[in-house]
């Protein structure tokens, strides 16, 4: 449930509360804080929504054999975790942990990134959030 709350208040904060700092009008506006902005909303949210659209494409395009190219990417991902891990002397004792920290990133928070996001654009989750104190919500919309 909490990284529901943390995915969800991507679209809530950066989304909602600082978009009018990408306006070079604003007076608010700052070329360092609007690249920010723009990062966190471009690799934190447009990617993740964008990839099951990709997954698709991807099926329509090669067929079965999509499976087969994730599954490398994946098998790469946690190569190069690996090669992280030699270059940055992590004790050998954690290797075995390196592919379930990919395997996880990958098939398990990814998904739940997307329910996350998903439902906070389309649901606007946050305005139920008891997590939020009641004086704060009705900035959210």
């Not at 990839?51 to 099926?59: K, M, Q, S, T």
């Not at 990958?106 to 104190?133: C, K, Q, T, W």
């Amino acid at each position: 449930m909490q990284r529901l709350r943390w995915d969800a208040g991507l679209i809530t904060i950066w989304c909602r509360k600082y978009i009018g700092s990408l306006s070079p009008l604003s007076p608010d506006f700052r070329l360092i804080e609007a690249l920010v902005i723009l990062d966190v909303m471009w690799f934190s949210i447009a990617l993740p929504i964008i990839f099951p659209i990709y997954c698709v494409w991807l099926w329509s395009q090669i067929g079965e054999f999509a499976f087969t190219l994730l599954a490398a990417i994946l098998i790469g991902l946690v190569a190069l975790d690996v090669l992280v891990c030699v270059l940055a002397r992590v004790p050998l004792r954690l290797f075995p942990f390196v592919p379930l920290y990919t395997v996880m990133q990958n098939l398990v928070l990814r998904p739940l990134r997307i329910a996350a996001l998903m439902g906070e654009l389309i649901f606007v989750y946050s305005r139920r959030n008891d997590h939020i104190p009641e004086q704060q919500r009705w900035r959210l919309s």
